[in-house]
T-cell receptor, first 111, second 113 residues
Framework: KQEVTQIPAALSVPEGENLVLNCSFT??????LQWFRQDPGKGLTSLLL?????REQTSGRLNASLDKSSGRSTLYIAASQPGDSATYLC??????????FGTGTRLTVIP | EAEVAQSPRYKITEKSQAVAFWCDPI?????LYWYRQILGQGPELLVQ????????DSQLPKDRFSAERLKGVDSTLKIQPAELGDSAMYLC???????????FGSGTRLTVV
């Protein structure tokens, strides 16, 4: 069974800092990988979807990379803002259209 | 932008009572999922539908949980009887296929007292 791990579990940074969130998975036979944001008590908002044939995807201040062979993905957030405070979840998508989540990284950006 | 609709947004119920959640996926999305998320953890799959058929319900506690998607569009998840340990966020998601990614609804926060 696919296992997804996110490190660190929690991260606190001052506003303006660049940061990297890490995601690792045990089975490299994934179809895609998707990063989500979750605010407290809310549903999941999609941030970036990386196709298996891609190595990275960018949206605004966010950049996600994917290395299938090593079972790793990173989410880079540039110039962090207090509004970026949330839990970030990565999820791997299999060819059977199953989605396996990590436990998330809780980010706090301090003004 | 198209959304996945879920209701109710919040639900408080007493132990041993029945509770039901509703989900309306994005139009044209054949695959629908119900996930449960316990506070501080990642979502875990309860049931996956392809059109009106169940594809995976291996993690669904079938003694108390049931799910249906009768016409292959909207779906209902039911718990009867509810237990204290069922308190969690219940999330619905839909997908066109593995290449298109997933879209989640706002979730239903269930509290069992």
């Amino acid at each position: 069974k696919q296992e997804v791990t996110q490190i660190p579990a929690a991260l606190s940074v001052p506003e303006g800092e660049n940061l990297v969130l890490n995601c690792s998975f045990t089975d490299s036979a994934i179809y895609n990988l998707q990063w989500f944001r979750q605010d407290p008590g809310k549903g999941l908002t999609s941030l970036l979807l990386i196709q298996s044939s891609q190595r990275e995807q960018t949206s605004g201040r966010l950049n996600a990379s994917l290395d299938k062979s090593s079972g790793r993905s990173t989410l880079y957030i540039a110039a962090s803002q207090p509004g970026d405070s949330a839990t970030y979840l990565c999820a791997v998508i299999t060819g059977a259209n199953n989605l396996f989540f990590g436990t998330g990284t809780r980010l706090t950006v301090i003004p | 932008e198209a959304e996945v609709a879920q209701s109710p947004r919040y639900k408080i119920t007493e132990k041993s009572q029945a509770v039901a959640f509703w989900c309306d996926p994005i139009s044209g999305h054949a695959t629908l999922y119900w996930y449960r998320q316990i506070l501080g953890q990642g979502p875990e799959l309860l049931v996956q539908f392809q059109d009106e058929s169940v594809v995976d319900d291996s993690q669904l506690p079938k003694d108390r949980f049931s799910a249906e998607r009768l016409k292959g569009v909207d779906s209902t998840l039911k718990i009867q009887p509810a237990e204290l340990g069922d308190s969690a966020m219940y999330l619905c998601a839909s997908s066109r296929g593995p290449s298109g990614g997933y879209t989640f609804g706002s979730g239903t926060r269930l509290t069992v007292v």
